[in-house]
């Protein structure tokens, strides 16, 4: 335990005063205890890992690049309709009438719906259920669904939907933080308490005050992060097929199947047992596809209606509306350090521009505030989030969900406090940093960290003593550190039921197969079940078969949000996993007469410890003696997290079972005439725990930071306000082209520095690396440009008119030239 | 309803002759999708921006959203299915799921085209060459690094391979 970590007191404070109690104090039942096995979850199975840690192919790599692979899109059904939905044109607007009957009378149409056919609320989060599948009586941003059709092909749907006509009465609309507030009569969300308020969150953990003034530099700054978007290259799809027995199955696009089956059954008033969700593979998510979409209800809708499959697929500009993205945030932070270094008191404001309805938005909200205790312990934290309502698409969970926009701030105040108190950021980090087996202010428990061995190696990697406040002026590194959670410690809704299943099944052919209800879109969490039953039970990977993400064949598993997977499926994985090989080790030893713990299996061979070369035989055969022994091979597993969060308010949301932990070092090039900024590298250090598959964490780092480079410099989901010929909160250009996320010609070089700290509850040890890696390339590359240029750039995205505008605003040379010679004064002072 | 179909033409595609009903407006990448059932070009804008219908005609990659398939009569088109030899994958394909070079594996097989034509007209490309003419396929997973250290594996081997025959 870190001497100065500690456990908060907090008091929380709540402005809608929900009903129910979300982020509930700790729960009294028992929760379930996942089993422990000698040598722990981290051990290997045989000696030393087969598998695992190698550098494998992913189960279904071959698939994709054969583009054998098949995508929602991909699949046709026999009789299948294609669906389409109206959209508003305006951002706000009454719907008076809807009239179809134009529509409805071209041939090749079969249906029309609107929001009258599908009035049930939903909701991602069971106590903000606002949305519906089409709107009812309002639209609320510029292409809320309205209506819905199904024809014979795409193009007459679409004819279908001119043919509509929507009388509107339009209102006033809000599109940002401060209309949403200074307007509350002009309310987007009739579900908000009050106004256009959202969520409001405060938040406090010991004396913020006394610790502030306690300090010797104090740091008072606001920053703006700009929204963004997913934009996975896969546009949303959809398939819903109602059969004649009554029983509705739907094909997705999907991250979180599960949910999504809840969701289907309640709005179209279906027993849940009737419904059936199916993800094929999924060409990108991001967090994007991590909710019920308008699409799948109304494909299901649509198919219930005709008793044909119906297929929707969004356009790429209706995946900009559909959007669910980075939220923009406006933060303003009062951060105290002492002049050794030590961080005092934190105290934070935080307003973020929500969209039109609620999505993941009340925990976004906790977010903003609860992961940010972590890498580095401070005395006293609070803050204030509120979130409003703007008729905008709808933001949401970005990879990195609700803490990026915070990490931002909060690293570039260090970096201007460890300059006010003359020190080295690099080393100011490590001052504070809060260790292993800590608490954090907030009453987080971290275990495993190995946030000290990422900084050494992006100190290292990037030669960061050679060239931090040393380079030629247009030339810098910037350095920050994150935090991110392995999985939320509790299940959206309410339960006490295991958070990840697996079905095991062994072939007496030596063949196995994993059922699960994963969800793969990309990161590899198929990969992951593969190689823990391959190294588990000695088996080749390609002589396993992942089945995955199909609710009628699976074991529920949440799916692939909170960077849960592998720590979570990979712990179900390697329960079900081991009580086979215990069937199998014991079968063994009573045929060989040794003990079952000298049974070892490994790359196709069963053998004991003993006597290696007599007692041996093909895992195949081992498959067959345990079958003959024990009846037909197959087990369950699962994973329950333990109880584990602040007990207060809210004090659940940001709770983990493992935190990782990243630290990058970003070199840019700045041009001060052109205010053009190029990111020449970034090195990334990443804390996984244990990386299962070395090739699938790398890629997840540099996707990664990738993708936090994007934020900086490049992205902007913004939109125009009112002007001759259209109203306000028209999409600025929904399209890729317009919108802008990098090509392979901007992208800089990323180099990978993978950290192995190896926890004591993750499978084999390992923790998340599919969003931490993204939260400090922002920061890291703000803080760069101040290396490069003298100008903090506290505002996104760091594009050319914005650092031109800084480098005119004051003398950024005159800054530069200081901050070197206090880093010359810095390093004799460190000589002395 | 079904719309009344169009003419019907011959595209070459993959080395086969395949006939198929086209209308005027019938997009190639329309045509290989739907009605040819090469599913593995994908759709990820139907504009031209993205790159993953990229098809190559001719030795050139040709973006199939925005191109008319009327217009690809009798040309040699090359999809994504067409890459492997029987069932041996091309070593692109080999070295991009050696590589991790696909994670979603949406914008894979417009990329694999885009590197195919690259690596048929300059077999020994450098980075910049490899950035350069993968600018047109956008990929949100991967951050470009393990597509480029793919392309440099399948270079490398084919030249060896090209060596030692």
């Known amino acids: 335990m870190s001497p100065r970590a500690r456990s908060g007191a907090g008091k929380a404070g709540d402005a809608d005063g929900m009903k129910v109690p979300e982020g509930r104090h700790m729960p009294e039942a028992e929760r379930l205890t996942p089993p422990a096995w000698p040598g722990g979850r981290s051990a290997p199975p045989s000696g030393e890992f087969a598998v695992i840690g190698q550098r494998t192919r992913k189960v279904e790599g071959l698939a994709k690049v054969t583009g054998r692979a098949v995508y929602a899109d991909d699949i046709q059904l026999p009789r299948m309709l294609h669906g389409k939905l109206l959209r508003s044109v305006h951002a706000h607007a009454r719907i008076l009438e809807i009239d179809a009957s134009a529509a409805l009378a071209l041939p090749g149409v079969h249906a029309v719906i609107t929001g009258r056919d599908l009035p ?60 949403a507030l200074e307007h509350p009569e002009r309310q987007v969300n009739e579900k908000a308490r009050e106004g256009n308020v959202s969520k409001h969150v405060h938040l406090e953990f010991g004396d913020v005050e006394a610790r502030l003034a306690a300090a010797d530099e104090t ?104 959007h669910r993205g980075r939220h923009p945030m406006r933060l303003h932070y009062r951060t105290g350090m002492r002049k050794d270094g030590t961080l005092t008191g934190v105290d934070a404001r935080i307003q973020i521009d929500g969209g039109a309805y609620s999505s993941f938005g009340l925990v976004t909200t906790y977010y903003s505030g609860q992961l940010l205790t972590a890498p580095y312990a401070m005395d006293a934290y609070r803050f204030d989030s509120t979130r409003v309502f703007t008729n905008k698409p709808c933001c949401g969970p970005k990879r990195g969900h609700g803490s990026v926009q915070p990490r931002f701030a909060f690293e570039c105040q260090i970096d201007k406090l460890a300059e006010r108190v003359g020190l080295d950021p690099i080393a100011v980090r490590r001052k504070n940093f809060i260790g292993a087996n800590a608490r954090t202010v907030n009453g987080m428990r971290v275990t495993s960290n190995g946030f000290l061995e990422c900084l050494d190696a992006v100190e290292r990697a990037s030669d960061w003593r050679a060239k ?127 003990r079952a713990d000298q049974v070892t299996l490994a790359k196709g061979v ?36 333990p109880k584990l969060g602040g007990d207060y308010r809210g004090g659940t949301i940001g709770a983990s079972p493992a935190y990782s932990f990243t630290a990058h070092v970003a070199e840019v090039e700045g041009d001060p005439e052109t205010g053009f900024v190029r990111v020449v590298k970034l090195w990334v250090a990443h804390d996984c725990g244990r990386a299962l598959s070395p090739v699938a964490v790398e890629g997840q780092m540099e996707g990664s930071a990738y993708m936090g480079f994007a934020e900086a410099l490049f992205e902007q989901h913004d939109f125009k306000p009112a002007a001759v010929g259209h109203g306000p909160g028209i999409h600025d250009g929904p399209s890729l082209l317009d919108y802008r996320i990098p090509t392979s010609l901007d992208t800089p070089e990323f180099e990978s520095l993978i950290v192995e ?74 000589a002395r | 309803m079904e719309r009344p179909a169009g003419r019907v033409c011959r595209l070459k595609v993959n080395g086969d002759v395949r006939e198929c009903a086209l209308e005027p407006h019938t997009t190639l990448l329309e045509a290989l999708r739907y009605g040819l059932g090469l599913t593995g070009s994908k759709q990820g804008c139907d504009k031209g921006d993205c790159g993953a219908c990229t098809v190559v005609v001719d030795g050139q990659p040709v973006l199939a959203c925005i191109s008319l398939a009327l217009a690809f009569e009798g040309r040699a088109v090359t999809t994504v299915e067409g890459l492997a030899r029987g069932a041996t994958p091309h070593p692109l394909q080999d070295a991009f799921d050696v590589c991790g070079g696909a994670q979603c594996g949406f914008c894979t097989p417009g990329v694999l085209m885009s590197a195919w034509a690259l690596l048929e007209r300059n077999p020994r490309p450098t980075r910049a060459e490899i950035a350069q003419a993968l600018s047109g396929n956008l990929c949100r997973c991967t951050g470009y690094t393990k597509i480029f250290e793919a392309v440099e594996l399948a270079a490398r081997r084919m030249a060896a391979v090209g060596e030692s025959s």
């Open chain 1, 120 to 179: 049930t609320y939903y909701g991602i989060i069971p106590w903000t259920e606002d949305e519906q599948a089409l709107c009812e009586e309002k639209a609320r941003y510029v292409g809320d669904a309205i209506a819905a059709v199904a024809a014979d092909s795409e193009y007459l749907a679409e004819e279908a939907l001119r043919r509509i006509r929507v009388h509107y009465e339009v209102l006033p609309a809000v599109t940002s933080i401060e209309e």
């Open chain 1, 219 to 322: 740091v008072e700054a606001e920053y703006w992060y700009e929204g963004s978007t997913h934009a996975p290259i896969e546009p949303h799809c959809a398939i819903g097929d109602f059969d004649a027995t009554g029983f509705l199955t739907v094909i997705s696009s999907t991250q979180v199947a599960h949910y999504l089956h809840r969701d289907l059954a309640k709005v179209l008033d279906l027993p849940t047992q009737r419904v059936r969700v199916i993800q094929p593979v999924v060409g990108g998510a991001f967090g994007g596809k991590s909710e019920s979409f308008s699409l799948e209800f109304c494909a299901a809708k649509l198919s219930m209606l005709t008793g044909r499959p119906v297929k929707i697929l969004y356009t790429r500009e209706e995946v900009f509306y559909a």
């Open chain 1, 468 to 594: 931090f406040r040393r380079l030629p002026y247009g030339r810098g590194l910037g350095v920050a550190g994150s935090m991110y959670i392995s999985g939320t410690n509790y299940c959206i809704y309410p339960n006490e039921m295991p958070q990840s299943g697996v079905q095991l099944k062994l072939d007496r052919s030596g063949r196995a197969t994993v059922f699960c209800g994963a969800s793969d879109i990309g990161q590899g969490v198929d990969s992951v079940l593969a190689l823990i039953v391959a190294e588990e039970l000695g088996l080749d990977l390609r002589d396993i078969r992942v089945v995955a993400a199909d609710t009628d064949l699976t074991p529920v598993d949440l799916g692939s949000y909170s960077s849960r997977e592998t720590f979570m499926v990979g712990n179900a994985c390697l329960d079900a996993a081991r009580k086979l090989r215990d069937v199998i080790a014991a079968a063994l030893a009573e045929r060989w007469g040794c």
């Open chain 1, 606 to 641: 069963a053998c004991s410890t003993r006597d290696p070369h007599k007692e041996c035989m093909s895992v195949k055969d081992a498959f067959q003696a345990a079958e003959a022994k024990s009846g037909t091979l197959g087990s369950v597993g699962w994973y329950q997290t």
């Open chain 1, 757 to 830: 700290s190896v926890d004591p509850e993750g499978p084999y040890g390992a923790k998340e690396a599919g969003e931490g890696p993204l939260h400090p390339s922002v920061p890291a590359i703000a803080n760069a440009i101040y290396d490069a240029l003298g100008i903090r750039c506290d505002r996104l995205p760091f594009h050319p008119p914005r650092v031109l505008g800084l480098l005119k605003e004051g003398d950024a040379r005159a800054r530069w030239e200081q901050a070197r010679r206090q880093r010359d004064g810095v390093a004799v002072a460190a």
